[in-house]
T-cell receptor, first 111, second 114 residues
Framework: KNEVEQSPQNLTAQEGEFITINCSYS?????LHWLQQHPGGGIVSLFM???GKKKHGRLIATINIQEKHSSLHITASHPRDSAVYIC?????????????FGSGTQLTVLP | DVKVTQSSRYLVKRTGEKVFLECVQD?????MFWYRQDPGLGLRLIYF???????EKGDIPEGYSVSREKKERFSLILESASTNQTSMYLC?????????????FGPGTRLTVL
């Protein structure tokens, strides 16, 4: 079973800073998800990627399959970006329906 | 707009009670999932269903059962609630092939078992 490690666990930044959250995993995957969870619990899917790079507005996600590593970047961070960011992976082998989740990165952006 | 709803946002039950958590999706998705989320442990899959009346165990099914009688509804049942089942419970759905399609999450139910 895949082990998914996120770093850092907690991150505090000033508004406007460039933010990077990292995710590494232990075995081959077919897809990686980045999710955002706001206070109160609701989870929103930000990205799903299997190679390269994707960009939505100020958010950029990259993945390096050989190094088993993905990063989520936030440019020009804003207090409304404060949330828990969760990485989840789908293994290449095994059930096609189960994701393995990291424990999340708590991001706080101060005004 | 895609929607996954859960029957309660907050629930307090006593040890030994039978607890029903309900999840409804309006997207005609085939796959539905129940997770629990605990600090430091991330989301862990309890059960999932890929079709009506079909279910598969996830990583932590002990103490739970599920029911999917209709495509849009997936229920999680705690037969005899215990204090170690105090947690945030999240339901999700996806069109098919759980991990290779985007999962849509409900708002969560924070369950406290006294």
């Amino acid at each position: 079973k895949n082990e998914v490690e996120q770093s850092p666990q907690n991150l505090t930044a000033q508004e406007g800073e460039f933010i990077t959250i990292n995710c590494s995993y232990s075995v081959g995957i077919s897809a990686l998800h980045w999710l955002q969870q706001h206070p109160g619990g609701g989870i929103v899917s930000l990205f799903m990627l299997s190679s390269g790079k994707k960009k939505h507005g100020r958010l950029i996600a990259t993945i390096n399959i050989q190094e088993k590593h993905s990063s989520l970047h936030i440019t020009a961070s804003h207090p409304r970006d404060s949330a828990v960011y969760i990485c989840a992976v789908l293994e290449t082998s095994g059930s096609a329906r189960q994701l393995t989740f990291g424990s999340g990165t708590q991001l706080t952006v101060l005004p | 707009d895609v929607k996954v709803t859960q029957s309660s946002r907050y629930l307090v039950k006593r040890t030994g009670e039978k607890v029903f958590l309900e999840c409804v999706q309006d997207m005609d998705h085939e796959n539905m999932f129940w997770y629990r989320q605990d600090p430091g442990l991330g989301l862990r899959l309890i059960y999932f269903s890929y079709d009506v009346k079909m279910k598969e165990k996830g990583d932590i099914p002990e103490g739970y059962s599920v029911s999917r009688e209709k495509k849009e509804r997936f229920s999680l049942i705690l037969e005899s609630a215990s204090t170690n089942q105090t947690s945030m419970y999240l339901c999700a759905s996806s069109l098919y092939g759980g991990g290779i399609n985007e999962q849509f999450f409900g708002p969560g139910t924070r369950l406290t078992v006294l």
